[in-house]
């Protein structure tokens, strides 16, 4: 019997996702809500970004993630798990799921042209 395929999505954080359990501007955020901070901040940096040394920096979550497809994974003696990942498409963060104890959430694939 052939196993169906695991997929999952993946987001940049910041401080990994240890971090986006216990900081309130690390949480996930739909690209909605994005753009509206966007739209209203857009002249002042300093409100959606921290700066360091001589730039601004982005502490906040990614609202464009990749959808990847385990390709093989084997379970190590310690319990750890070593997977083998295919980059398959890009998404955008449509809506929050759940939050807890780790994030769920709603995607769409964007269309490319070409």
């Known amino acids: 019997m052939q196993q169906q395929p695991l997929y999952f999505g993946h987001l940049y954080v910041p401080g990994g996702s240890a971090n986006a359990q216990q900081s309130p501007e690390c949480q996930l955020r739909t690209w909605r809500d994005e753009l509206a901070d966007y739209d209203t901040t857009r002249f002042d940096?300093?409100?959606?970004?921290?700066?360091?040394?001589?730039?601004?920096?982005?502490?906040?979550?990614?609202?464009?993630?990749?959808?990847?497809?385990?390709?093989?994974?084997?379970?190590?003696?310690?319990?750890?798990?070593?997977i083998l990942v295919q980059a398959l498409e890009r998404f955008v963060v449509e809506d929050i799921v759940e939050a807890k104890p780790y994030d769920v959430a709603n995607v769409q694939i964007p269309l490319t042209l070409t």
């Open 45 to 82: 940096p300093s409100v959606l970004n921290t700066y360091r040394g001589n730039q601004y920096v982005t502490d906040r979550p990614a609202v464009i993630g990749c959808l990847m497809q385990i390709t093989d994974y084997r379970r190590m003696n310690d319990g750890m798990l070593m």
